[in-house]
């Protein structure tokens, strides 16, 4: 925080001076006062930004190059003004190359008297610079007190948005970070309302991915409205919006500083409580689902706190992501991918309750009205949108969709359907959606699939076509599983392994010598071989 070099042109002795040139700068901010005499190559080191500088170009007054390279290094530093003393001394004149690059730069050039010393100039200016700093650092101090006792009452973002009103005076809109605005609009910007929010949310993922770049992606919606974001730690938390921003004065910006980290605190708090009753929920529902006990207590707590009446909800689908490829990089990490999947849940599925459980998305389906064949109509329909919309992050999504309980603790039954249903679609049917009530046999297999005995049969009917193949370096047991889930129709197979249809028959003369049976022709040794295979894809 400092003065403008119109500001400083009021203080006495630079109020004797004049303004030759780079009068487009004149609103440039004064934070510190500094001398330069020496030539420009050494400069660079000197420059921090917002310097009022004082010269009288001892060791570059032959050198007009030198003085427009001094000029033009200012300006790259964001460096306030250069005050020229003394001439007629060493430099007897300025050269209209030096003037014309001030004004090109907007870097005001200033001349005051003779009689005038550094001294005298780098005193008066200080002083009024540190008096505007000491007061807002006071201002600060103060705000920060104000603020830290609202949030220890437990203040909200509302609060927040009266407090920052008051100073201002001005119309404020927060955002969260989701691109909504959480508090009260102002009239005049109402019906721009929805516009904003969607801008907003077009620019949310440039925001999420580069802190650096956040006010160059936020929109501008017109000169006096202005776009800050809250941003704590590296965390993006939302973004303020001021109207009448043209107007703010210096203070008023501390004021907006102080608010935005309150702001960020306050959202981190809700965020800790949030958590905290997540990891509640969490525990009643994983006990839920492992059959123990839930108390009349945790069920009107699951009421008052998440507005979550049980006995709503019907049924249970689970949602977990498969990434479409091994060689492209997604554009989210796997947190953001998370909660971001749980978000595109929720908005085809507003009714319903979404949350995050060990790795996966789980959503409780409210009770319909409908058949259950109009239900499962409805909920494929919109769980189509859902798989298509999240293909466009190079991952794809399955689902698994339990059946309908018929009480709060058969929830666990759909639950662990819905499992059985995603595990069967991933390792058998490749669909993206896959209700447990249309998984046949299927359902028993993925049981037999985890009873020892069953896999060590699996594994011992296919053991012999294995070895075979690791030895020999053949495909045999690919070959094998083909033929039994084309019903063996060689043609078919022979095009999915591109070979000439001959060469599957003696191929599959070979599998029937390791494996001692007419797997094609018997269908009992084919149904055997059928459900080792089954099985083993369900391990």
């Not at 009873?451 to 009917?461: I, K």
Request: proline share 2%.
């Amino acid at each position: 925080m400092g003065i403008t070099v119109k500001e400083a042109m009021l203080i006495e002795p630079l109020s004797r001076g004049k303004v030759i040139s780079g009068y487009d700068g004149i609103d440039n901010m004064i934070n510190r006062v500094s001398v330069i005499e020496a030539s420009p190559g050494s400069l660079r080191p000197w420059l921090k930004g917002g310097e009022l500088f004082i010269t009288s170009f001892y060791n570059s007054a032959k050198s007009t190059s030198d003085q427009m390279e001094c000029v033009r290094l200012m300006k790259e530093n964001n460096s306030a003004c250069l005050v020229i003393c003394h001439l007629g001394g060493w430099l007897k004149n300025i050269s209209p190359e030096v003037t014309k690059l001030s004004n090109e730069l907007k870097i005001p050039l200033i001349i005051v008297p003779p009689e005038i010393s550094y001294a005298e100039i780098i005193s008066s200016v200080m002083e009024v610079v540190l008096d505007i700093q000491n007061k807002k650092l006071d201002y600060a101090l103060s705000l920060h007190k104000d603020l830290n006792r609202l949030i220890m009452k437990g203040a909200s973002i509302k609060d927040l948005h009266k407090m920052l009103y008051k100073k201002l005076g001005k119309g404020v809109i927060f955002f969260d970070s989701n691109m909504k605005s959480v508090s009260p609009i102002p009239i005049g910007l109402r019906t721009k309302e929805a516009d904003l929010e969607d801008e907003m949310r077009k620019n949310a993922s440039q925001l999420y991915k580069n802190i650096d770049v956040l006010c160059d992606s936020l929109p501008k919606v017109s000169d006096h409205i202005l776009f800050s974001p809250i941003v704590a730690e590296e965390m993006f938390y939302g973004v303020v919006c001021v109207v009448g921003a043209s107007s703010l004065e210096q203070l008023d910006h501390v004021a907006l500083e102080q608010v935005k980290q309150a702001f960020a605190m306050i959202v981190i708090k809700q965020i800790s409580i949030e958590e905290k009753k997540m990891q509640m929920f969490l525990s009643i529902f994983s006990d839920l689902i492992e059959g123990n006990e839930i108390s009349d207590s945790e069920i009107s707590w699951l009421k008052e706190e998440f507005k979550l009446n049980l006995e709503q909800y019907k049924q249970v689908s689970v949602f977990e992501e498969i990434l479409v490829t091994t060689n492209e990089e997604t554009d989210l990490d796997s947190g953001e991918k998370g909660q971001s999947l749980k978000l595109l849940v929720e908005k085809y599925f507003p009714d319903n309750f979404v949350f995050a459980y060990k790795n996966k998305v789980v959503m409780l389906i409210r009770e319909m009205e409908d058949t259950q064949e109009q239900r499962e109509q409805l909920v494929y329909e919109l769980l189509e949108n859902v798989t298509e919309e999240w293909e466009e992050n190079n991952v794809n999504v399955i689902c698994g969709i339990g059946e309908k309980a018929e009480g709060i603790f058969q929830l666990a039954n759909s639950y662990n359907q819905s499992l059985i249903a995603l595990d069967i679609g991933r390792k058998i049917t490749k669909h993206k959606i896959i209700f447990y009530s249309q998984t046949g046999a299927y359902r028993f297999l993925a049981k037999l699939a985890k009873d020892e005995q069953a896999v060590a049969w699996a594994h011992s009917q296919l053991r012999l076509l294995k070895e075979y193949d690791q030895i020999h370096n053949s495909t045999f047991y690919e070959t094998m599983k083909l033929l039994i889930e084309h019903n063996n129709d060689t043609k078919v197979v022979a095009d999915l392994l591109y070979i000439h249809r001959n060469t599957l028959l003696y191929w599959r003369r070979k599998i029937v010598e390791i494996i001692g049976h007419e797997f094609y022709k018997d269908s009992f040794f084919a149904m055997n071989y059928r459900m080792a295979i089954e099985i083993e894809k369900l391990i």
